[in-house]
């Protein structure tokens, strides 16, 4: 349905939702292990919430798509994740949690290694450690200078990734890649692919004529590749399309970013599971009506190809749903941004199981929370962007459409 | 799929179809009550049915959407309830038997109660008997004049509220409400929203001010609120869009207007159900070859929250189902517009088990008719604007698509 009708049904109440999101739910069986990893694993609490809510499994963004982190929680979000789309230079600043602002234009970025010849022959710079990209990312700031009415940053990320982001006025980010991708290569010039685009590839040029100065006797990251330029737009918050003040408890920096995205509140990250439910019940009671908690390790075994790993995980989960529930939400819901079956190593394409647990839940049969028993829910499959809309619905935030 | 090319794909046929509509059929278990209303109604001759038959759950306009009955109709009439939406003084006037011309303006109007000072004290001037409201009616017809280019309609609904319909040359609807929503403050100016509605406008003004003066010495009515402008914009009939000569069977004037909307023939209120299926069996074997029987007690008792109340409807309507299948339709629907869970004591967004009686019918396992058994259904989840094509493909009135 259109989300601009959604969006004129919204009544404001005081009725609190619960998101509890772990990262790659979703499974397949694995060869010998009898059954997916939801199948195998022994969920009491999960099995039980599941006999009392309404189940069914969501699609992320349509038939056949795996998606990434991006395009799965603004789903999740209640975001159509096509209309939606967000570069993958903006998400690289949002996993490592940079405040973006509007019109910035960011990159990804690598260390990378050239030889005499001017050709790459290690776009990873021998992966360096995370010390040496922090020390390196310092002596750019140092070194390079844009111009007076130009700000930069080159922020670190992991052994040679970093994020770029260029700030000033009048960027484009129709820049083309200058990683060739295959080596020996040479590194390929930043091209202005639309006219209006020239000053900020002349920037990117510059920087990475500047930068290349300052690394040149490094031995492995002797200089940086860009791609995946993309320009900051801000997106309705869920506070202005939904009426929600909102609040996201998660531990990696992506989640922390694509939560901010949508203007959530966000809790500094935790130790570890327990302690992001010890977050929400200390926060539970405070003026927010929305809740999204972020549970990453599923995703991680899953794509580790690690069955047992993950059926752990998902064990461990499942013993904090009591605590959970123990706060008494109106809307307390239980899925994934996406499946990762640890059969595959990695995002695939499976709708994910769904626990939507509410007094006006149309409670059906199911009573193990699985990819297969969840097909007989009440929620049947449908699109992931349809959920919060759903979870609207059964806080009463939603009005009647027409008379 | 396209609606547009569904148009292109009727073909004429002597089938007949019975559009059997339960209003606010869907419903919630109530604790204590070992279920749904629907579960908990001993309904031998709708499970008998549903075990012949095609079942499934149909979401009438989107994902959380809480229908009103327009849009719910329109839905179930084959019209995406999104595109065709109608604004809410047209309701109101069809919600009287009303008939609309094309470019009519309606709004919805309440007499109301204001003090000496011009502030609006009572949006309900009481709650006014129905015949004092027909008798104020009476008196701003003859008393209240126009222009000779102008005719102005007043026409008394329940209690306080009224329909008012301006028809004319060059009107428009975008005019702001008059009504304060809030005691103790003045009324609003009618405002034109934009330039041609300045004609409407100050018509609008001048009805309310020679209103005003009739009704001034009145002790609770002396004045008259409007809210909801609407310009009536013919839609294309169910005959010029599915080659369907249809007629509605309904007591209520809502019913019989949203009817009117698509080009159906209206039938003479009844008293009761039975009346309604004496009404379906007379004119059977007319030309007509679909027919829309609309039962109305179901909603108001979920409205009421009277789950007793609805149960007893349910079990009163199963009793007529044989006399509908003895006409031996080539395809019998029984669904609602919409869910009235008598918990929530409103119309809400879950969706409506529908059965879909037919030879060509793929029978499933489902073998009692409510909320859960019909999630086996064959005909799955989906939008209840589905539901029309569906019908006409049963009763082959539609060719292939394509070569």
Known sequence: MSKEILDTLITPSDTKIIFFIIDGLGGLPMEGRGGSELEVANLPNLDQLAAQSACGLLEPVGAGISPGSGPAHLALFGYDPIKYSIGRGVLSALGIDFELKPGDVAARANFATMDREGRVIDRRAGRISDTTNQQLCQRLKKEVFLGPDIQWFFEPEKEHRAAFVLRGEGLSSEISDTDPQKTPFPPKEPKALESNADKAARLVKEFLAQAQKTLQDEE????????????????????????????????????????????????????????????????????????????????????????????????????????????????????????????????????VPVILHSKYARVDKVDKFDEISCLAGSLGQQPMVNLLPLALAHSLKLIKYGA
């Not at 408890?249 to 203007?263: E, K, Q």
């Not at 075994?301 to 123990?326: C, H, S, T, W, Y």
Request: hydrophobic share 45%.
């Open 220 to 351: 492995k990251a002797n200089m940086i590749l860009l791609r995946g330029f993309a320009q900051y737009h801000p997106i309705p918050s869920m506070s202005e399309r939904f009426g929600l003040k909102a609040v996201a408890i998660a531990n990696y920096p992506m989640y922390r970013g694509l939560a901010r995205l949508v203007g959530m509140d966000i809790l500094p990250p935790c130790p570890d599971i327990a302690g992001e439910i010890a977050a929400l019940a200390q926060n539970y009671e405070k003026s927010y009506n929305f809740f999204f908690i972020h549970i990453k390790e599923a995703d991680t075994k899953g794509e580790d190809g690690n069955f047992a790993g993950k059926i752990k995980v998902l064990e461990d989960v499942d013993r904090f749903i009591p605590q959970v529930l123990a706060l008494r939400p109106d809307v307390l819901v239980v899925t994934g941004d996406h499946s990762t079956p640890s059969v595959l190593a990695s995002h695939s394409w499976h709708p």
